[in-house]
């Protein structure tokens, strides 16, 4: 069966899914957005679908923490940003009536923390900073660092790296073989110029530069979606990203079962069977497709045994890497810095630190600050008591007065979230090779979720609902071959 492009999924989806013939019943295994998004499609044709999630709640990585804190202030642990070009995601919030709002990361007071003093982007503030440029570098400034290594690149590979349907065509090939800082340094670029970058592209998206394919980055960075392009359009989620799958959850209600960790998924020629745990005993479900949307990172825990899986498949599942990162929130008795909506890029081990709550109301606010790669990895290893005295002892090195404001505390380390064990796919060099491996349906069972886009970063809401449409049109097109 030939895979439907992603022009082709989207001018299905906008057409509502014309002729849709459902299975007559499907197991959805997670209640993540893609995983919602099917089940929500399904039951409104008339589908048996059920949605088995491990935790207990929806949403997945759309995570919103609205607990130790005060006067209702609240930070997103997980996916926080939409763009005007988030196709899927603003559709499925106009339909489930969940409002928008400004992003925090639009508008943001961006500077620098590095060998103990402050500066901005701008050239004469970068040249004074005394960091270890080349001397080409250093008029530059950090916008003409990212002309010169960046976007100059970007513009040479189009129009093959902004096509609509992503496809690695023989000019884009290279670049999956080669990371993100060989292209930087081969093009001439120092490690303090990497450093400068970094904070704009790569550091919230996994980090590791080293390992991370050159052809994955230089498509987002070529998209409406990169950090470059923030205009007053990029929105989040009002009153949190968690508002979002809670309303899918709403019109779906007792399809989902939470608390139901899937163990086992078989099928063959005729039927697909799940297994999972509920109240402590193992219970099986049949169905005539399932839908896998749980992370890669989390698949081994599930036994696949008796599914008929191709050894391509199983390859895939121990391949994909996921993103470490740590995410810190320390609330504060008021606004201590003076500027508004602040984010700092520091040479300092918590990395990045900005106001998680620029928009809400009150004297309290919430710092947060992002660790990313090793870092991130070494500070999960702390007990939670022993990562909020750290990350506050850094902070305090930069801000002064943080241990006498700071209040209360929290952190997420996906890495150790249950059902989750990482953030989202780092696409690390030879990525676009297992891109259609990942999507690929094996008989009665299907797979979705950022990491089963066609695009090859994840860490977005639209992209893991993009993977529930083109999911959908591959239940539809299974219905019509049979």
Same mark, same amino acid.
């Given at each position: 069966?030939?895979?439907?492009?992603?022009?082709?999924?989207?001018?299905?989806?906008?057409?509502?899914?014309? %002729?849709?013939?459902? !299975?007559?019943?499907?197991? /959805?295994? #997670? =209640? +993540? $957005?893609?995983?919602?998004?099917?089940?929500?499609? &399904?039951?409104?044709?008339?589908?048996?679908?059920?949605?088995?999630?491990?935790?207990?709640?929806?949403?997945?990585?759309?995570?919103?923490?609205?607990?130790?804190?005060?006067?209702?202030?609240?930070?997103?642990?997980?996916?926080?940003?939409?763009?005007?070009?988030?196709?899927?995601?603003?559709?499925?919030?106009?339909?489930?009536?969940?409002?928008?709002?400004?992003?925090?990361?639009?508008?943001?007071?961006?500077?620098?923390?590095?060998?103990? %003093?402050?500066?901005? !982007?701008?050239?004469?503030? /970068?040249? #004074? =900073? +005394? $960091?270890?440029?080349?001397?080409?570098?250093?008029? &530059?400034?950090?916008?003409?660092?990212?002309?010169?290594?960046?976007?100059?690149?970007?513009?040479?590979?189009?129009?093959?790296?902004?096509?609509?349907?992503?496809?690695?065509?023989?000019?884009?090939?290279?670049?999956?073989?080669?990371?993100?800082?060989?292209?930087?340094?081969?093009?001439?670029?120092?490690?303090?110029?990497?450093?400068?970058?970094?904070?704009?592209?790569?550091?919230?998206?996994?980090?590791?530069?080293?390992?991370?394919?050159?052809?994955?980055?230089?498509?987002?960075?070529?998209?409406?979606?990169?950090? +470059?392009?923030?205009?007053?359009?990029?929105?989040?989620?009002?009153?949190?990203?968690?508002?979002?799958?809670?309303?899918?959850?709403?019109?779906?209600?007792?399809?989902?079962?939470?608390?139901?960790?899937?163990?086992?998924?078989?099928?063959?020629?005729?039927?697909?069977?799940?297994?999972?745990?509920?109240?402590?005993?193992?219970?099986?479900?049949?169905?005539?497709?399932?839908?896998?949307?749980?992370?890669?990172?989390?698949?081994?825990?599930?036994?696949?045994?008796?599914?008929?899986?191709?050894?391509?498949?199983?390859?895939?599942?121990?391949?994909?890497?996921?993103?470490?990162?740590?995410?810190?929130?320390?609330?504060?008795?008021?606004?201590?810095?003076?500027?508004?909506?602040?984010?700092?890029?520091?040479?300092?081990?918590?990395?990045?630190?900005?106001?998680?709550?620029?928009?809400?109301?009150?004297?309290?606010?919430?710092?947060?600050?992002?660790?990313?790669?090793?870092?991130?990895?070494?500070?999960?290893?702390?007990?939670?008591?022993?990562?909020?005295?750290?990350?506050?002892?850094?902070?305090?090195?930069?801000?002064?007065?943080?241990?006498?404001?700071?209040?209360?505390?929290?952190?997420?380390?996906?890495?150790?979230?249950?059902?989750?064990?990482?953030?989202?796919?780092?696409?690390?060099?030879?990525?676009?090779?297992?891109?259609?491996?990942?999507?690929?349906?094996?008989?009665?069972?299907?797979?979705?979720?950022?990491?089963?886009?066609?695009?090859?970063?994840?860490?977005?809401?639209?992209?893991?609902?993009?993977?529930?449409?083109?999911?959908?049109?591959?239940?539809?097109?299974?219905?019509?071959?049979?």
């Amino acid at each position: 069966m030939r895979e439907a492009t992603q022009t082709e999924v989207r001018r299905a989806f906008d057409s509502g899914l014309p %002729g849709l013939r459902p !299975p007559r019943s499907v197991i /959805v295994v #997670g =209640a +993540g $957005l893609a995983g919602l998004a099917v089940a929500h499609e &399904l039951a409104a044709r008339d589908c048996e679908v059920t949605v088995l999630e491990a935790s207990g709640r929806p949403g997945g990585r759309a995570y919103t923490l609205r607990e130790p804190f005060a006067d209702g202030l609240h930070a997103e642990a997980g996916a926080m940003t939409l763009t005007p070009h988030c196709h899927y995601a603003m559709h499925y919030l106009r339909e489930l009536g969940v409002e928008t709002d400004t992003a925090d990361l639009f508008g943001t007071t961006f500077s620098y923390f590095a060998r103990g %003093g402050f500066f901005t !982007p701008e050239p004469d503030s /970068v040249a #004074g =900073a +005394g $960091l270890d440029l080349h001397p080409h570098e250093k008029d &530059l400034g950090v916008g003409g660092m990212i002309e010169r290594y960046v976007t100059a690149v970007t513009e040479s590979l189009q129009p093959d790296l902004s096509t609509p349907d992503w496809a690695v065509t023989q000019r884009l090939a290279p670049y999956d073989q080669l990371s993100v800082h060989e292209v930087l340094t081969e093009r001439g670029a120092s490690q303090a110029a990497i450093d400068l970058m970094e904070p704009l592209f790569l550091e919230m998206r996994g980090g590791d530069l080293k390992t991370a394919s050159a052809l994955s980055w230089l498509r987002h960075e070529a998209s409406p979606h990169s950090l +470059g392009n923030a205009d007053p359009r990029w929105a989040k989620v009002k009153d949190g990203t968690d508002r979002f799958p809670q309303a899918f959850a709403e019109r779906l209600k007792s399809r989902i079962h939470y608390h139901r960790p899937v163990v086992r998924v078989e099928q063959d020629a005729e039927r697909a069977r799940v297994t999972f745990l509920a109240h402590g005993r193992l219970h099986t479900r049949e169905a005539e497709r399932v839908v896998v949307t749980v992370p890669f990172s989390t698949i081994r825990h599930i036994d696949f045994t008796e599914a008929g899986l191709s050894d391509a498949k199983h390859d895939v599942m121990r391949r994909v890497k996921y993103s470490s990162i740590v995410r810190v929130y320390l609330q504060m008795r008021r606004q201590f810095w003076p500027q508004h909506n602040a984010s700092f890029s520091t040479d300092l081990p918590i990395r990045w630190i900005r106001d998680a709550t620029p928009q809400l109301p009150g004297p309290r606010k919430i710092l947060e600050c992002l660790m990313t790669g090793w870092r991130a990895r070494a500070v999960a290893a702390m007990t939670e008591e022993e990562r909020l005295d750290f990350v506050l002892t850094e902070v305090e090195r930069m801000l002064p007065g943080a241990r006498d404001h700071f209040e209360t505390g929290t952190s997420v380390c996906w890495d150790q979230r249950p059902y989750a064990e990482g953030a989202y796919i780092l696409p690390e060099r030879g990525h676009s090779a297992l891109m259609p491996v990942i999507r690929r349906p094996e008989g009665r069972i299907h797979f979705a979720g950022d990491h089963a886009g066609f695009e090859p970063n994840g860490g977005s809401m639209t992209f893991a609902l993009e993977s529930a449409a083109r999911t959908l049109v591959e239940l539809g097109a299974a219905a019509d071959a049979t």
